[in-house]
C-alpha cells in the first residue's frame, strides 16, 4: 500500500486532505504541527505524530523514520510565529532560516521542500488530494454581485495579482474601487478585519492564486473562518480565483453565505 506524509498546520484543509488520500488507498503518516493542527486530525489518519513546529529536524527524521518518500503539505502555517518567539526552532531550522535570501513565504518554503528532497521525501502537489475542493467558475450563491462589485472585483483582481507577484500576500479588500486593505504577514481574516473596518459596510474581498503559484504549497484556501470574519465587518462580496483555490466544506458555507445576504464568485480575469 501506498504511504503518504501529510505535514499539517491549522484549519480543516488537511482532514479533507487525508481523507481523499485514504479514499484513493494511501496510508496516511500525519505530522501534527503543535500548536497549530486540529487534535481531531487523529481519527483521519492511520498514524500520527505530534511535533513543535520549529522543529525541523524532528521532523524530518519521523517521516523518514515511518518510510515515507512522498508528503504534502496543508494547513496554515503563520510566518507571524517567527517574530513573536512563539517557536524555538531546533538546529537545522535555524540554519535553513540563516541561509535564506529573504524571508519571504516562497523562500521558506521552497527551502523546506529542498530539504526534504535531500532526505529523499517528495513533496506532492496539495491539488492531487483536493481536487474535489477546488472553486468552480461562476456565481455560487442566490445574490449576484452589483455592476459596482463587478467593478471592484475586476479592480481588486489585478491588485490581488500584483501583490502575489511581489510575494506579499494572496488577498485584497476593496470598496468602490479603492483599496481598504492588503494582505502581508498577519493573514486573509485579519485582512478582511482591517479593510472592513475601514470600509465601513460593503467590502469585497479578493482572494487569488499568486501567478507563480507552486501548488506543492500555499494554494489559496477559504472557508467557514473566512465567512464568519466577512460577516463580522459585514463584507458584502467574496471572489475566489476559479480552478487555483479551494474551498473548504463549499455546501456549508454557500448556505452560511445565503444567509448572510453575502455574494460568492469564483472568478477568473479574461
Not at 505524530?49 to 503563520?78: D, F, H, R, Y
Not at 486593505?181 to 467590502?203: H, N, Q, S
Request: hydrophobic fraction near 40%.
Amino acid at each position: 500500500m501506498k504511504k503518504l506524509g501529510l505535514i499539517s498546520g491549522s484549519g480543516e484543509l488537511p482532514k479533507a486532505v487525508a481523507y481523499e488520500a485514504r479514499r484513493k488507498g494511501y496510508t496516511v503518516f500525519a505530522i501534527g504541527l503543535e500548536p497549530l493542527a486540529d487534535k481531531n486530525l487523529a481519527s483521519f489518519t492511520d498514524d500520527i505524530k505530534w511535533i513543535n513546529v520549529g522543529k525541523l529536524g524532528k521532523i524530518i527524521e519521523a517521516l523518514k523514520k515511518s518510510g515515507i518518500t512522498e508528503a504534502v503539505m496543508a494547513g496554515k502555517v503563520p510566518k507571524l510565529l517567527l517574530y513573536k518567539n512563539s517557536i524555538r526552532p531546533d538546529m537545522r531550522a535555524i540554519k535553513l532560516l540563516f541561509r535564506l535570501k529573504n524571508k519571504s513565504d516562497d523562500s521558506i518554503l521552497l527551502a523546506i521542500a529542498d530539504e526534504l528532497r535531500k532526505e529523499g521525501i517528495t513533496l506532492l502537489n496539495t491539488t492531487e488530494f483536493s481536487s474535489g475542493l477546488m472553486t468552480p467558475e461562476g456565481v455560487l450563491t442566490n445574490k449576484p454581485p452589483s455592476k459596482s462589485e463587478w467593478k471592484d472585483i475586476v479592480f481588486g483582481w489585478k491588485i490581488a495579482k500584483e501583490i502575489g507577484g511581489l510575494d506579499i500576500g494572496q488577498t485584497v479588500v476593496v470598496k468602490d474601487q479603492a483599496v481598504m486593505a492588503i494582505e502581508a504577514i498577519e493573514g486573509t481574516d485579519e485582512a478582511i478585519k482591517r479593510g472592513g473596518k475601514l470600509a465601513g459596510k460593503g467590502a469585497v474581498v479578493i482572494k487569488t492564486s499568486k501567478p507563480r503559484q507552486d501548488i506543492r504549497f500555499d494554494v489559496p484556501v477559504v472557508g467557514s473562518d473566512t465567512l464568519s470574519t466577512m460577516i463580522k465587518v459585514q463584507a458584502r462580496l467574496l471572489a475566489v480565483e476559479s480552478g487555483k483555490s479551494i474551498i473548504i466544506n463549499k455546501e456549508e458555507m454557500i448556505k452560511e453565505a445565503d444567509r448572510a445576504g453575502i455574494s460568492i464568485v469564483g472568478y477568473t480575469a479574461t
